[in-house]
């Protein structure tokens, strides 16, 4: 039996701190949760047995530097259906208080290892990454705002 673990760094580069809105977890379980709130730098794991693997996807809302309410969606995937995916998404806190999980999930399927997304509007991006690392998938995120 193989197990699929994922990794996972969150960083905050917006105006202040980020706290958890919303979270979804389509397959595995934690060994460390999504952090409720991001100062700065923090992280999670996940894991479950393979071929299943690991799908899942957070929000987190703040402040942009304009102190406008934003909100930054990141969705991942690790798994034999889909391999190593990541999508993300950005913008006013609005989009994202009644989530559409299935067109997430969707989305997060026809993505691939890379999503690097930006909101004009609100001047907020992320950029975020899955790879593999020593046998387990690591996932990196900056929130930036």
């Known amino acids: 039996m193989q197990i699929v673990i994922v990794e996972g760094t969150l960083k905050n580069q917006s105006k202040g701190p980020l706290s958890i809105m919303d979270s979804k977890v389509f397959s595995g379980y934690f060994v460390k949760p999504f952090p409720n709130t991001i100062s700065t730098s923090d992280g999670f794991s996940m894991a479950d047995m393979y071929p299943k693997g690991v799908k899942a996807a957070v929000v987190y809302s703040g402040t942009n ?77 900056i929130f930036l705002g």
Request: charged share 25%; hydrophobic share 35%; proline share 1%.
């Open 65 to 141: 530097r304009f102190d406008v309410e934003c909100a930054w969606l990141l969705a991942f995937a690790d798994s034999e259906d889909t391999g190593r995916r990541i999508y993300a998404e950005c913008g006013l806190k609005g989009k994202f208080e009644n989530i559409n999980w299935e067109s997430i999930e969707k989305n997060l399927d026809a993505s691939g290892e890379t999503a690097n997304p930006c909101d004009k509007l609100t001047m907020t991006s992320v950029y975020a990454s899955i790879a593999n690392s020593g046998g387990e998938s690591t996932v990196d995120a």
